[in-house]
């Protein structure tokens, strides 16, 4: 009978033939275990999608800001890089990682025994479709602040050499748009923390400080962008130039427009969810009684 079933199970109290032929066996003598095994299964393949999610939407952000925001080029006819090299590696590496990360050590949802068994594999359409949404908004949005703040807030002008931070001659405005884009770009991936913890719940459906690593990183990582575009030497090396009250208010702006722009997106998203759902209820419901008028 163990040999037969799909999953054979044996107590660890039994027989070692038993044993042998289990595929599981519970030292503990206890059937709840199984349960309580596949509630952490559950958890771990959950906070695997929240971190896949966090990491490549920030990816994305990064791409669309660096390939259309090249399209900026200076008198030389060479293209300004909307973030330095450095500035990537601080995003990637000292604010998103230790973030996405965090989001390993969220606890599983109360319902999370009611939700049917995963079939599909890790990239579905709903996963790939946060990726893309997430990593257009904010990528599309640090781009808006660091074009408004090149053109609008500043004179156009990009300087010459300004990608080198040891050279160039004009640099102030590029370097300005470049710290707007990089403490924007920070504060929406920070943000983005809140929107992969459920990305199909709104924020007041969330229970935002349960993870207390999470948000000790998020606060750790806000305060520790202010330094680098103010003080002399970090801000020379990252290639960029302390906000001024008119920067400061674009990534204003560009955070709230993200915040708002994604529980938009999360609550679209739920509704069409719910109601295909419900479509699916119903379709069910007259199928059973075609078959059963038949």
Same mark, same amino acid.
């Given at each position: 009978?163990?040999?037969?079933?799909?999953? $054979? *199970?044996? %107590? #660890? &109290?039994?027989?070692?033939?038993?044993?042998?032929?289990?595929?599981? !066996? @519970?030292? +503990?003598?206890?059937?709840?275990?199984?349960?309580?095994?596949?509630?952490?299964?559950?958890?771990?393949?959950?906070?695997?999608?929240?971190?896949?999610?966090?990491?490549?939407?920030?990816?994305?952000?990064?791409?669309?800001?660096?390939?259309?925001?090249?399209?900026?080029?200076?008198?030389?006819?060479?293209?300004?890089?909307?973030?330095?090299?450095?500035?990537?590696?601080?995003?990637?590496?000292?604010?998103?990682?230790?973030?996405?990360?965090?989001?390993?050590?969220?606890?599983?949802?109360?319902?999370?025994?009611?939700?049917?068994?995963?079939?599909?594999?890790?990239?579905?359409?709903?996963?790939?479709?946060?990726?893309?949404?997430? $990593? *257009?908004? %904010? #990528? &599309?949005?640090?781009?808006?602040?660091?074009?408004?703040?090149?053109? !609008? @807030?500043? +004179?156009?002008?990009?300087?010459?050499?300004?990608?080198?931070?040891?050279?160039?001659?004009?640099?102030?405005?590029?370097?300005?748009?470049?710290?707007?884009?990089?403490?924007?770009?920070?504060?929406?991936?920070?943000?983005?923390?809140?929107?992969?913890?459920?990305?199909?719940?709104?924020?007041?459906?969330?229970?935002?400080?349960?993870?207390?690593?999470?948000?000790?990183?998020?606060?750790?990582?806000?305060?520790?962008?202010?330094?680098?575009?103010?003080?002399?030497?970090?801000?020379?090396?990252?290639?960029?130039?302390?906000?001024?009250?008119?920067?400061?208010?674009?990534?204003?702006?560009?955070?709230?427009?993200?915040?708002?722009?994604?529980?938009?997106?999360?609550?679209?998203?739920?509704?069409?969810?719910?109601?295909?759902?419900?479509?699916?209820?119903?379709?069910?419901?007259?199928?059973?009684?075609?078959?059963?008028?038949?």
């Amino acid at each position: 009978a163990l040999k037969q079933a799909d999953v $054979g *199970i044996a %107590m #660890g &109290g039994g027989s070692d033939v038993a044993k042998e032929v289990a595929d599981i !066996v @519970l030292t +503990d003598n206890n059937f709840a275990t199984i349960v309580m095994a596949i509630r952490e299964g559950r958890r771990i393949m959950t906070n695997i999608l929240k971190f896949v999610v966090n990491l490549l939407s920030v990816n994305v952000s990064e791409v669309i800001l660096l390939t259309i925001g090249l399209y900026e080029q200076d008198e030389n006819k060479i293209s300004a890089f909307p973030l330095s090299p450095l500035q990537i590696l601080w995003l990637n590496m000292i604010t998103n990682t230790p973030c996405s990360i965090c989001l390993g050590f969220e606890k599983a949802s109360k319902r999370i025994m009611e939700k049917r068994p995963r079939k599909k594999g890790l990239f579905t359409r709903e996963v790939i479709a946060d990726i893309l949404v997430f $990593g *257009i908004l %904010m #990528g &599309g949005l640090a781009l808006g602040g660091y074009i408004f703040t090149l053109e !609008v @807030l500043g +004179d156009g002008k990009l300087g010459t050499d300004c990608n080198n931070p040891d050279k160039g001659l004009n640099c102030w405005t590029v370097r300005h748009a470049r710290s707007v884009a990089f403490v924007g770009l920070t504060i929406m991936v920070l943000w983005h923390c809140f929107n992969c913890k459920d990305t199909r719940k709104n924020l007041w459906q969330l229970r935002l400080f349960e993870n207390k690593s999470m948000i000790a990183v998020m606060i750790l990582g806000a305060v520790g962008t202010i330094p680098t575009v103010y003080i002399p030497g970090v801000k020379k090396v990252l290639n960029q130039e302390g906000l001024n009250g008119g920067g400061w208010l674009v990534c204003f702006v560009v955070f709230i427009a993200f915040a708002i722009l994604s529980e938009i997106y999360k609550w679209g998203k739920a509704t069409w969810m719910r109601k295909a759902k419900d479509r699916r209820k119903e379709d069910l419901r007259k199928d059973s009684i075609d078959g059963i008028e038949v």
